[in-house]
Protein backbone atom coordinates (compact mmCIF):
# COMPACT_ATOMS: atom_id res chain seq x y z
CA UNK A 1 0.00 0.00 0.00
CA UNK A 2 2.48 2.57 1.45
CA UNK A 3 6.35 2.17 -0.07
CA UNK A 4 8.41 4.70 1.00
CA UNK A 5 12.00 4.70 -0.41
CA UNK A 6 15.49 6.53 0.68
CA UNK A 7 13.17 9.60 1.62
CA UNK A 8 14.80 12.67 2.30
CA UNK A 9 13.53 15.94 3.33
CA UNK A 10 14.00 18.88 5.40
CA UNK A 11 13.05 22.77 5.82
CA UNK A 12 15.21 25.10 4.25
CA UNK A 13 18.96 24.19 4.66
CA UNK A 14 17.54 21.81 7.94
CA UNK A 15 17.71 18.21 7.14
CA UNK A 16 15.26 16.62 9.03
CA UNK A 17 14.29 13.08 7.57
CA UNK A 18 18.24 11.71 6.19
CA UNK A 19 16.62 8.56 4.09
CA UNK A 20 13.34 6.68 5.24
CA UNK A 21 12.52 3.21 4.07
CA UNK A 22 9.28 2.17 4.76
CA UNK A 23 6.73 -0.56 3.68
CA UNK A 24 3.11 -0.65 5.06
CA UNK A 25 1.00 -3.31 3.58
CA UNK A 26 -3.24 -3.86 4.11
CA UNK A 27 -4.06 -5.21 7.04
CA UNK A 28 -0.83 -3.89 9.43
CA UNK A 29 -0.62 -1.91 11.95
CA UNK A 30 2.94 -0.45 12.29
CA UNK A 31 4.18 1.89 14.86
CA UNK A 32 6.78 4.43 15.04
CA UNK A 33 9.14 5.66 17.92
CA UNK A 34 11.28 7.83 19.41
CA UNK A 35 12.49 10.52 21.33
CA UNK A 36 11.24 14.08 20.48
CA UNK A 37 12.61 16.10 17.57
CA UNK A 38 13.93 12.45 15.82
CA UNK A 39 11.45 13.41 12.63
CA UNK A 40 8.47 11.72 13.63
CA UNK A 41 5.46 14.39 13.07
CA UNK A 42 7.88 15.48 9.94
CA UNK A 43 7.59 12.36 8.47
CA UNK A 44 4.12 12.15 8.91
CA UNK A 45 3.25 15.50 7.20
CA UNK A 46 5.82 14.78 4.42
CA UNK A 47 3.50 11.33 3.54
CA UNK A 48 0.37 14.09 3.67
CA UNK A 49 2.07 16.12 1.57
CA UNK A 50 2.16 19.26 3.59
CA UNK A 51 4.30 22.09 1.56
CA UNK A 52 5.87 23.35 4.69
CA UNK A 53 8.72 20.62 4.19
CA UNK A 54 10.37 20.39 1.50
CA UNK A 55 11.35 17.00 -0.22
CA UNK A 56 15.12 16.52 -1.29
CA UNK A 57 15.07 13.06 -2.42
CA UNK A 58 13.48 9.50 -2.48
CA UNK A 59 10.26 8.26 -3.18
CA UNK A 60 6.54 7.76 -1.65
CA UNK A 61 4.40 5.52 -3.75
CA UNK A 62 0.63 4.77 -2.88
CA UNK A 63 -0.91 1.50 -4.38
CA UNK A 64 1.66 1.35 -7.20
CA UNK A 65 1.85 5.05 -8.09
CA UNK A 66 3.91 7.92 -6.78
CA UNK A 67 1.79 10.60 -5.00
CA UNK A 68 5.00 13.04 -4.42
CA UNK A 69 3.72 15.38 -6.49
CA UNK A 70 0.06 15.45 -5.49
CA UNK A 71 -1.35 18.06 -3.02
CA UNK A 72 -2.40 16.97 0.70
CA UNK A 73 -6.31 17.37 -0.71
CA UNK A 74 -5.29 15.06 -3.11
CA UNK A 75 -4.00 12.15 -1.15
CA UNK A 76 -6.39 12.42 1.19
CA UNK A 77 -8.95 11.85 -1.57
CA UNK A 78 -6.49 8.85 -2.24
CA UNK A 79 -7.16 7.51 1.10
CA UNK A 80 -4.65 8.97 3.62
CA UNK A 81 -5.91 10.60 6.31
CA UNK A 82 -3.64 12.48 8.69
CA UNK A 83 -5.02 12.89 12.04
CA UNK A 84 -4.64 16.46 13.51
CA UNK A 85 -2.38 17.18 16.54
CA UNK A 86 -3.44 20.02 17.67
CA UNK A 87 -7.41 20.08 16.76
CA UNK A 88 -8.89 22.90 16.01
CA UNK A 89 -12.02 24.53 17.58
CA UNK A 90 -14.48 26.08 15.17
CA UNK A 91 -17.33 27.18 16.96
CA UNK A 92 -20.60 26.91 15.28
CA UNK A 93 -20.01 23.70 13.42
CA UNK A 94 -21.26 20.66 14.93
CA UNK A 95 -19.23 17.11 15.05
CA UNK A 96 -21.83 15.98 12.74
CA UNK A 97 -21.70 18.46 10.36
CA UNK A 98 -17.88 18.44 10.26
CA UNK A 99 -18.27 14.86 9.67
CA UNK A 100 -20.87 15.17 6.57
CA UNK A 101 -18.84 17.65 5.21
CA UNK A 102 -15.93 15.43 5.04
CA UNK A 103 -17.55 12.77 3.48
CA UNK A 104 -19.12 15.01 0.99
CA UNK A 105 -15.75 16.21 0.45
CA UNK A 106 -14.00 12.82 -0.70
CA UNK A 107 -17.33 11.64 -2.54
CA UNK A 108 -17.28 15.38 -5.03
CA UNK A 109 -13.58 14.24 -5.47
CA UNK A 110 -14.36 10.98 -6.78
CA UNK A 111 -17.39 12.25 -8.94
CA UNK A 112 -19.90 11.22 -6.47
CA UNK A 113 -23.28 13.12 -5.45
CA UNK A 114 -23.65 14.32 -1.86
CA UNK A 115 -24.69 11.29 0.62
CA UNK A 116 -28.22 10.69 0.80
CA UNK A 117 -29.53 12.26 4.69
CA UNK A 118 -31.20 8.89 5.59
CA UNK A 119 -27.82 7.16 4.42
CA UNK A 120 -25.50 8.96 5.95
CA UNK A 121 -26.86 9.15 9.86
CA UNK A 122 -27.35 5.75 9.10
CA UNK A 123 -23.38 5.46 8.92
CA UNK A 124 -22.92 7.73 11.89
CA UNK A 125 -25.49 5.89 14.19
CA UNK A 126 -23.63 2.83 13.30
CA UNK A 127 -20.20 3.85 13.83
CA UNK A 128 -21.19 5.79 17.29
CA UNK A 129 -22.39 2.78 18.24
CA UNK A 130 -19.54 0.57 17.26
CA UNK A 131 -17.32 3.36 19.34
CA UNK A 132 -19.49 3.94 21.90
CA UNK A 133 -20.17 7.48 21.34
CA UNK A 134 -23.25 9.24 23.00
CA UNK A 135 -25.76 10.75 21.26
CA UNK A 136 -25.45 14.81 22.20
CA UNK A 137 -22.25 14.25 20.91
CA UNK A 138 -23.11 14.55 17.47
CA UNK A 139 -24.30 18.36 18.25
CA UNK A 140 -21.39 19.32 20.07
CA UNK A 141 -19.44 22.53 18.64
CA UNK A 142 -16.22 21.43 17.10
CA UNK A 143 -13.69 21.11 19.61
CA UNK A 144 -15.32 23.33 21.78
CA UNK A 145 -14.57 22.79 25.41
CA UNK A 146 -13.83 19.27 24.39
CA UNK A 147 -11.70 17.26 26.88
CA UNK A 148 -9.05 15.57 25.55
CA UNK A 149 -11.07 12.43 25.39
CA UNK A 150 -13.37 14.11 23.51
CA UNK A 151 -10.86 15.39 21.06
CA UNK A 152 -9.80 11.56 20.67
CA UNK A 153 -13.20 10.66 20.26
CA UNK A 154 -14.04 12.94 17.51
CA UNK A 155 -10.81 12.42 15.98
CA UNK A 156 -11.78 8.34 15.81
CA UNK A 157 -15.12 9.18 14.84
CA UNK A 158 -14.34 11.09 11.70
CA UNK A 159 -11.73 8.27 10.76
CA UNK A 160 -14.42 5.88 11.24
CA UNK A 161 -16.86 7.55 9.24
CA UNK A 162 -13.98 8.16 6.22
CA UNK A 163 -12.76 4.86 5.96
CA UNK A 164 -9.70 5.45 4.60
CA UNK A 165 -7.24 3.12 3.57
CA UNK A 166 -4.27 4.30 5.40
CA UNK A 167 -4.26 6.53 8.29
CA UNK A 168 -1.75 8.08 10.51
CA UNK A 169 -2.10 8.52 13.51
CA UNK A 170 0.39 11.23 15.25
CA UNK A 171 -0.19 11.04 18.73
CA UNK A 172 1.66 13.74 20.42
CA UNK A 173 3.30 13.21 24.37
CA UNK A 174 1.31 15.96 25.97
CA UNK A 175 -2.30 16.30 26.93
CA UNK A 176 -2.72 12.39 26.12
CA UNK A 177 -4.34 11.09 29.44
CA UNK A 178 -4.87 7.32 30.05
CA UNK A 179 -8.59 7.49 29.01
CA UNK A 180 -7.44 9.05 25.73
CA UNK A 181 -5.13 6.70 24.99
CA UNK A 182 -7.51 4.25 25.17
CA UNK A 183 -9.98 5.95 22.87
CA UNK A 184 -7.88 6.12 20.37
CA UNK A 185 -6.41 2.26 21.26
CA UNK A 186 -9.84 1.13 21.09
CA UNK A 187 -10.87 2.63 17.69
CA UNK A 188 -7.33 1.25 15.92
CA UNK A 189 -8.56 -1.65 17.02
CA UNK A 190 -12.20 -1.94 16.36
CA UNK A 191 -11.47 -0.19 12.77
CA UNK A 192 -8.79 -2.40 11.51
CA UNK A 193 -9.63 -4.55 8.65
CA UNK A 194 -8.05 -6.42 6.31
CA UNK A 195 -7.75 -4.07 3.69
CA UNK A 196 -6.84 -0.89 5.62
CA UNK A 197 -3.55 0.03 7.49
CA UNK A 198 -2.59 2.30 10.97
CA UNK A 199 1.17 4.29 11.44
CA UNK A 200 0.78 5.11 14.97
CA UNK A 201 3.10 7.41 15.85
CA UNK A 202 3.79 7.69 19.64
CA UNK A 203 6.17 9.10 21.72
CA UNK A 204 4.67 6.63 24.81
CA UNK A 205 5.37 3.00 25.34
CA UNK A 206 2.31 3.37 27.05
CA UNK A 207 -0.24 3.63 24.06
CA UNK A 208 1.28 -0.09 22.60
CA UNK A 209 -0.43 -1.79 25.72
CA UNK A 210 -3.46 -1.55 24.48
CA UNK A 211 -2.79 -1.89 20.52
CA UNK A 212 -0.96 -4.69 19.39
CA UNK A 213 1.44 -3.60 16.11
CA UNK A 214 2.32 -5.75 13.54
CA UNK A 215 5.64 -3.77 13.37
CA UNK A 216 7.64 -1.69 15.33
CA UNK A 217 9.95 0.76 13.98
CA UNK A 218 12.59 3.56 15.83
CA UNK A 219 13.12 6.58 14.64
CA UNK A 220 16.36 8.96 15.82
CA UNK A 221 17.61 11.89 14.14
CA UNK A 222 15.63 11.41 10.74
CA UNK A 223 16.45 7.55 10.47
CA UNK A 224 15.07 4.22 10.83
CA UNK A 225 17.92 2.77 13.10
CA UNK A 226 15.40 0.05 14.24
CA UNK A 227 12.73 -2.18 13.53
CA UNK A 228 10.92 -5.23 14.84
CA UNK A 229 7.96 -6.28 16.02
CA UNK A 230 6.14 -5.44 19.05
CA UNK A 231 8.79 -7.26 21.46
CA UNK A 232 11.15 -4.38 20.40
CA UNK A 233 8.46 -1.64 21.72
CA UNK A 234 8.87 -4.19 25.22
CA UNK A 235 12.61 -3.72 24.40
CA UNK A 236 12.29 0.06 24.97
CA UNK A 237 9.89 0.26 28.06
CA UNK A 238 12.67 -1.65 29.91
CA UNK A 239 15.78 -0.10 28.28
CA UNK A 240 14.47 3.17 27.30
CA UNK A 241 15.36 4.69 23.92
CA UNK A 242 19.23 5.61 25.31
CA UNK A 243 19.92 2.17 24.83
CA UNK A 244 19.14 2.15 20.89
CA UNK A 245 20.94 5.85 21.02
CA UNK A 246 23.93 4.18 22.43
CA UNK A 247 23.92 1.16 20.14
CA UNK A 248 23.50 3.28 17.11
CA UNK A 249 26.54 5.69 18.13
CA UNK A 250 28.87 2.94 18.44
CA UNK A 251 27.64 2.00 14.91
CA UNK A 252 28.87 5.21 13.66
CA UNK A 253 32.12 5.05 15.25
N1 LIG B 1 8.48 23.55 10.25
C1 LIG B 1 9.69 23.37 10.80
N2 LIG B 1 10.64 24.34 10.72
C2 LIG B 1 11.87 24.16 11.27
N3 LIG B 1 12.25 23.05 11.91
C3 LIG B 1 11.38 22.05 12.03
C4 LIG B 1 10.05 22.15 11.50
N4 LIG B 1 9.38 21.01 11.75
C5 LIG B 1 10.25 20.24 12.43
N5 LIG B 1 11.44 20.86 12.61
C6 LIG B 1 12.61 20.31 13.30
O1 LIG B 1 12.82 18.99 12.85
C7 LIG B 1 13.14 18.13 13.92
C8 LIG B 1 12.13 17.00 13.99
O2 LIG B 1 10.87 17.49 14.39
P1 LIG B 1 9.56 16.60 14.48
O3 LIG B 1 9.33 15.95 13.17
O4 LIG B 1 8.48 17.45 15.00
O5 LIG B 1 9.99 15.51 15.56
P2 LIG B 1 9.13 14.56 16.49
O6 LIG B 1 7.73 14.55 15.98
O7 LIG B 1 9.80 13.23 16.38
O8 LIG B 1 9.23 15.10 17.87
C9 LIG B 1 13.18 18.98 15.17
O9 LIG B 1 14.52 19.34 15.42
C10 LIG B 1 12.35 20.19 14.79
O10 LIG B 1 12.79 21.34 15.48
MG1 LIG C 1 5.89 15.00 16.91
Given at each position: M?????L??????NN??KG?D??VN?G?IH??M????S??S????V??GK???E?????I?F?????M?????E??H????L????P???P????SN????SI????????L????A?E?L?????K?????????F?S?S?NQ?F??????R??I??L????P?????????SGL?I????I??NG??K??TP???T?????????L????????????????V?????E?A?????K?Y??I?K???EQ?I
Open positions: LKIKGKAGVEDILILQKEAIGPNGGKTLSSIAEEYVEGGSEDGTSIDLSPERALGIFSFQYVEIGVSVFIKTNETRKAKGEPMPGLKLMREMELLDIKKGLRLGSGGEKKNEFQATLAKLAILDETDDDALKVAINLRENAIVITHYQRLDYIVPDFVHVLYNGRIKSGTKLFELEAGDWIEVEC
